[in-house]
């Protein structure tokens, strides 16, 4: 009886403790930076530049095709285009095929990433190196700067 009482309280503990853990790790930075990359790809391979847009944090900066753009706010990232240009090239999709945290503190998460650009077949067309900069700033996670090898 002993043994069972054992066992009881064993299983009953694991049943209190692995919800926790797993609560803990999505809240970490790096869970939280991670889960914000999703939700931008997620976003991104909608075409939904409104929600693309609120997965970033303002002033948002990009380095790309030897180009600096800043946008000071949700409206000037939504107010251009960019979907046709990557459809020209024969894009659908995009999806991460690499993201490795090199920093990270309670605030910020730097992550070095590798996307690939796939067509409708789901054929890879491209696959680019980037660093992500995503920060917290009053309780939400947001990507604060992007700098992309991809033109």
């Keep these: 009886m002993n043994q069972l009482r054992r066992l009881s309280m064993l299983f009953l503990t694991l049943i209190i403790t692995i ?12 869970a939280q930076a991670l889960a914000t990359l999703d939700r931008f790809m997620a976003a991104f391979n909608r075409q939904d530049l409104k929600s ?11 380095f790309a095709s030897s180009q600096v753009n800043i946008y000071d706010t949700p409206t000037a990232f939504q107010n251009r285009s ?22 990270s503190s309670d605030t ?3 992550i070095d990433t590798e996307f690939e650009r796939r067509n409708a077949e789901g054929q890879t067309i491209g696959r680019y190196r980037s660093l992500y ?12 700067a992007r700098s992309s090898l991809a033109p």
């Design 19 to 30: 919800p926790a853990v797993s609560q803990t790790d999505a809240a970490t930075p790096e």
């Design 133 to 144: 900069i995503v920060t917290e700033q009053n309780g939400r996670w947001g990507i604060q």
């Design 52 to 62: 693309w847009s609120e997965t970033l944090h303002y002033p948002h900066v990009r």
């Design 82 to 103: 960019v979907f046709s240009a990557l459809q020209a090239t024969g894009w659908d999709h995009s999806l991460w095929t690499q993201r490795t945290i090199t920093l």
């Design 108 to 110: 910020k998460v730097h």
